[in-house]
């Protein structure tokens, strides 16, 4: 196999809480690789740690264990943080006005981090800009603008904008499309896409909108509590899931359809995700099981390959991706029933 | 403990006439000195008693200015309305503040995206639920204390007789909306005006908010106005749809009608733009352009500048058909388009 663009081995990020008498441990024990030119989703609920790998990823903190490595060189150890920006992975976050300079036009939040790396001249620099805009879809006459004159959407692919001028091979989007409405989030999803095409650019999308993360990602990881407890090809993790959190996931997102063709056995998870301070022992996931055994109290599940590229962490993963009912009836669940 | 009868004795109870019936509703804001703008524009429709009625449409279209402006909720001095709202046969529009104020709580309630804009931060989830249920009810502290607690199991919080003495923001996110539904529905509204109330919400605790509010409706008859823009929510909870754009109704049908076949461009738009877990590949088709400003409405179909259909006749204004099917729809061209629904 050829080496992955990127590459996240064991890392671990604890936060020490409640006046440093407490650790957290945010992401325990996370690895994976993405490929150039490729989309991984990341999903989880709040709380799960979906941001903190971003900002790893982005050496925005210090990581406490495992390795990041791009093109096969080792760019984060947790003795050695990486330079911010320096390797090829960019950020937008869901507030599109948090990165932009309410005082400043947008010509100039664009042309300001170009002016940091020293690329170009005055004139070069703000062609490079507008070139930019012009592919994100952003009518050149906007530069000349303060961003409160503009709309969430627009600022959104600013924000993109600014990324790209600093030609990443990967750009994180972090709730990227959360605050905004389904039509300019149908714009900026279809914007990733262009985007893959044209320039080969890699993807990390992290959201809780599974329908989202299904839609512009090759591959899916679902995270609760600090781990991954699935990953597989989109199409996998839709159809034959091996893990109850990943089925209740699903089950639990309401799809815009006509009350015949709605899950009439919707799984409504009960409970809420417990705090990473003290994680459940075994699996992490226990407390809120529908299926969960002594095992799952005394051992925790081993992350498995159930088919090529397919993972997951379930004791029961066999029986969860044939379809076992997870809300204690002997009727077999067919995720592919609602059509 | 003696039983309280919710039931208000006043009320008709006339099942011929709906609950709520709005009117050529519009909504003024001031702006500037001697200006303001229309930001809802004739808003007309009627809910049934324990009727479940959904308002979508993109941010800025009007819905929660509409749904403060049914509980004289609008911030005084800068917005006042225009049109007749008639709850129970009687107008709001026309009531006294303290008639309001009997009104509110009592037989129309409204709960939040956000629970910290309804919990007072400096009483206790228990002082809070008292304090509604003395105000609408003849009843003792303790009597009010041991409702409150019920109210709190009623709506799944657990060891409610601890969390009557918690302050709001000891409460996680799913916990402080579900305090914030028990006070709303203390004393069984017969209206319940939800605006976003899952919008902040992780998809698993947005099911079970799902699930106890369709749950508390249907078991008491209450009616209710979902706002949300999310059509997946709507599609779950609401029995009928209202689609709103740049202040106005363009359409009003059953839910699953408009899934099937919607009537107007906007809300054919709307349903196509929403990603679905089934389909992948495909381009997501989106509406082009923005919503206008309230200061810069088209002045014919305020939809005209955006729609793939337009053509001569659309630069007229558009006033609300209604169909022999029912169907309410804003659109000249209703019954010459076969527009996408949710599976075509
Ligand atoms: N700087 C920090 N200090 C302490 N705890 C933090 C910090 N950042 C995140 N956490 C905790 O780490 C966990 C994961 O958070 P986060 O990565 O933001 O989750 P997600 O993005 O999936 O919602 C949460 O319990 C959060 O409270
Ligand atoms: N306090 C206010 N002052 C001035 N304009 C307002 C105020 N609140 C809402 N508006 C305007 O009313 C319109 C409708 O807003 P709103 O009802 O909040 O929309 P929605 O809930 O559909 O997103 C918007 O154009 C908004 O800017
Ligand atoms: S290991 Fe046990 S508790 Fe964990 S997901 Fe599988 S069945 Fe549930
Ligand atoms: S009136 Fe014309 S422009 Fe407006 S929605 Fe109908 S077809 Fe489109
Ligand atoms: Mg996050
Ligand atoms: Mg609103």
Redesign the pocket.
């Given at each position: 196999m050829s080496t992955p663009l990127l590459s996240v081995k064991d890392m671990r990020?604890t936060?020490?809480?409640n006046g440093g008498r407490d650790q957290?441990h945010?992401?325990d024990g996370v690895s994976f690789d993405l490929a150039s030119g490729e989309s991984l989703g990341?999903i989880?609920?709040?709380?799960?740690?979906?941001?903190?790998?971003?900002?790893a990823v982005l050496s925005l903190?210090r990581i406490t264990r495992g390795e990041i490595t791009m093109e096969g060189k080792t760019i984060v150890t947790p003795q050695s943080p990486g330079k911010p920006g320096n390797y090829g992975v960019q950020i937008i976050f869901q507030d599109p006005h948090a990165a932009l300079n309410p005082r400043s036009k947008i010509i100039r939040s664009l042309v300001e981090p170009l002016e940091i790396q020293g690329k170009g001249n005055a004139s070069s620099r703000r062609d490079m800009a507008l070139e930019m805009l012009a592919k994100v879809g952003i009518n050149r006459a906007l530069a000349d603008r303060y961003p409160h004159e503009l709309s969430g959407g627009q600022k959104q692919r600013i924000n993109i904008a600014r990324a790209l001028l600093l030609r990443p091979k990967i750009l994180v989007a972090?709730?990227a499309t959360a605050a905004l409405d389904v039509s300019i989030q149908a714009d900026i999803l279809n914007l990733y896409k262009d985007l893959q095409d044209e320039f080969g650019l890699s993807f990390i999308v992290?959201t809780?909108d599974l329908a989202v993360a299904s839609y512009v990602s090759d591959r899916i990881a679902v995270?609760y509590l600090?781990r991954f407890v699935e990953l597989g090809p989109s199409a996998t993790l839709a159809t034959k899931s091996a893990h109850p959190y990943t089925r209740a996931l699903m089950s639990a997102e309401p799809e815009a359809l006509p009350r015949r063709l709605q899950k009439q056995d919707r799984l409504v998870l009960r409970g809420e995700i417990p705090?990473?301070?003290t994680p459940p022992s075994g699996c992490r996931f226990r407390t809120r099981c529908p299926i969960a055994t002594d095992l799952c109290a005394a051992e925790a599940p081993p992350w498995r390959e159930m088919s090529p590229g397919h993972y997951s962490a379930c004791h029961f993963a066999e029986e969860v991706m044939a379809g076992k009912p997870l809300d204690g009836s002997d009727k077999p669940q067919n995720l592919e029933s609602v059509k | 403990m003696k039983p309280v009868s919710y039931r208000d004795p006043s009320l008709t109870d006339n099942a011929a006439q709906p609950l709520l019936s709005v009117s050529d509703l519009s909504v003024y804001f001031r702006a500037g000195r001697k200006s303001s703008n229309r930001v809802v524009d004739n808003v007309t429709f009627d809910v049934a008693r324990g009727e479940t009625v959904g308002l979508v449409g993109e941010s800025g279209s009007g819905k929660t200015v509409t749904g403060l402006s049914l509980l004289g909720l609008l911030p005084e001095g800068i917005a006042w309305t225009e049109g007749q709202i008639g709850f129970d046969g009687k107008d709001i529009g026309k009531m006294s503040e303290s008639e309001m104020r009997r009104l509110r709580g009592r037989h129309i309630s409204m709960i939040f995206q956000e629970p910290m804009t309804a919990l007072d931060p400096v009483f206790t989830i228990g002082e809070q639920l008292t304090e509604t249920l003395r105000t609408h009810f003849p009843m003792s502290k303790r009597e009010a204390r041991e409702r409150a607690i019920t109210a709190l199991e009623d709506v799944g919080i657990p060891l409610p007789h601890k969390r009557v003495e918690e302050y709001p923001h000891h409460l996680s996110g799913g916990m402080r909306q579900r305090a914030m539904i028990a006070i709303a529905l203390a004393c069984e509204p017969d209206l319940l005006i939800a605006d976003e109330p899952t919008t902040a919400l992780d998809v698993t605790i947005q099911a079970q908010i799902i699930d106890l509010i369709m749950k508390i409706v249907s078991d008491r008859n209450t009616a209710l106005i979902f706002i949300s823009h999310n059509l997946g929510v709507v599609s779950q909870v609401c029995d009928r749809m209202i689609t709103m754009y740049a202040g106005q109704v363009v359409e009003d049908s059953v839910t699953d009608e408009v899934l099937e076949q919607p009537l107007h461009p906007y809300s054919s738009g709307l349903l196509a733009s929403v990603p679905r877990k089934s389909v992948s590949s495909s381009r997501l088709p989106s509406i082009p352009g923005r919503v206008p400003s309230p200061d810069a409405m088209p002045p014919g179909c305020r939809f005209e500048p955006r729609c793939t259909f337009a053509q001569a006749g659309c630069e007229a204004a558009q006033v609300l058909h209604r169909r022999a099917d029912g169907r309410v729809v804003r659109c000249h061209r209703h019954d010459q388009l076969t527009l996408k629904g949710a599976l075509t």
């Open positions: 990020i936060f020490h809480v957290l945010a992401v990341i989880g609920e709040s709380g799960s740690g979906k941001s903190t790998i971003a900002r903190l972090d709730e992290i809780h995270m600090g705090s990473p301070v | -």
